[in-house]
C-alpha cells in the first residue's frame, strides 16, 4: 500500500492564481481531512470528508474548496491565492469518523504564494 | 469547544535520560487523547492514544503517556531518551461525537548525544 500520497510536493504560486492540491489514499478509509501547518499554531483543519459525497468545513475553510467524488481521492482547491495561504499543507484519511480512530498523513506539500 | 495546550515549544534532553512532553486539554464530556510525531519533511505519524479504560498507554518506540483527569493532562513520557527520538511532537484531542481533531502547537524535542 502507498497509503496517503499527495501532490505536488512544493508549489509556488503568484497572488491570485489557481491550483489544486491533489490527496489519494488505498487503504479506502472513509474520513479524508486537510490541514495546514504554520509555525507556532499547530496544524489546523481547513476541510473534511465522512465519505464520499459528503464534505464539510473545518476551523480555516475560506478559501478553500474541495470535492469528494470518490473514497480514494480528496482534492484540495485555491481558489485566487493570497500570500495568507504561503504554509505547508497535509492530507489525512481514517477507516471511520469516530473519535477513536487513527489518522494517517501524507508527506505534505509546501505552497509559497508571492 | 476543545482545545490542547503544548506549554515548551522546546525540549532538551541528555541521551539516556527521562523525558516528558507535556499537554493539557479542554473539552466537554470524554476527551480521546493523541500523540503524533512529526520528522523532518514528513507527515505526522501516530505514536499512542487514549481513549478509555487504563490511565496508562503504551504506544510506539517505548513511548508511553499517562491520561489524568483530574489535572486534564496527557504527558508524553520515555524512561531513556534517545537521539532518534529528536522531533516534532503533537498533542491532539477529539470529544465524543466530534468529527474534528484539534491540535496542540507542536513541542520541538531535542536529544543532545
Known amino acids: 500500500n502507498a497509503g496517503v500520497t499527495q501532490t505536488p510536493k512544493f508549489q509556488v504560486l503568484k497572488t491570485g492564481q489557481s491550483m489544486t492540491l491533489q490527496c489519494a489514499q488505498d487503504?479506502?478509509?472513509?474520513?479524508m481531512s486537510w490541514y495546514r501547518q504554520d509555525p507556532g499554531m499547530g496544524l489546523r483543519l481547513i476541510h473534511y470528508?465522512?465519505?464520499?459525497?459528503?464534505?464539510d468545513q473545518g476551523e480555516v475553510p475560506n478559501g478553500y474548496n474541495v470535492s469528494r467524488s470518490t473514497t480514494e481521492d480528496f482534492p484540495l482547491r485555491l481558489l485566487s491565492a493570497a500570500p495568507s495561504q504561503t504554509s505547508v499543507y497535509f492530507c489525512?484519511?481514517?477507516?471511520?469518523?469516530?473519535?477513536?480512530?487513527?489518522?494517517?498523513f501524507g508527506p505534505g506539500t509546501r505552497l509559497t504564494v508571492l | 469547544a476543545q482545545s490542547v495546550a503544548q506549554p515548551e515549544d522546546q525540549v532538551k534532553v541528555a541521551e539516556g535520560n527521562p523525558l516528558t512532553v507535556k499537554c493539557t486539554y479542554s473539552?466537554?464530556?470524554?476527551?480521546?487523547l493523541f500523540w503524533y510525531v512529526q520528522y523532518p519533511n514528513r507527515g505526522l505519524q501516530f505514536l499512542l492514544k487514549?481513549?478509555?479504560?487504563?490511565?496508562l498507554v503504551k504506544g510506539s518506540y517505548g513511548f508511553e503517556a499517562e491520561f489524568n483527569k483530574s489535572q486534564t493532562s496527557f504527558h508524553l513520557k520515555k524512561p531513556s531518551a534517545l537521539v532518534s527520538d529528536s522531533a516534532l511532537y503533537f498533542c491532539?484531542?477529539?470529544?465524543?461525537?466530534?468529527?474534528?481533531?484539534?491540535f496542540g502547537t507542536g513541542t520541538r524535542l531535542t536529544i543532545i548525544p
Open positions: 473539552v466537554s464530556g470524554n476527551p480521546y
Open positions: 487514549y481513549i478509555t479504560g487504563d490511565n
Open positions: 487503504m479506502n478509509h472513509e474520513y
Open positions: 489525512a484519511s481514517s477507516s471511520t469518523g469516530l473519535t477513536t480512530d487513527t489518522q494517517y
Open positions: 470528508s465522512v465519505g464520499a459525497g459528503i464534505t
Open positions: 491532539a484531542v477529539r470529544s465524543f461525537g466530534n468529527e474534528k481533531l484539534t
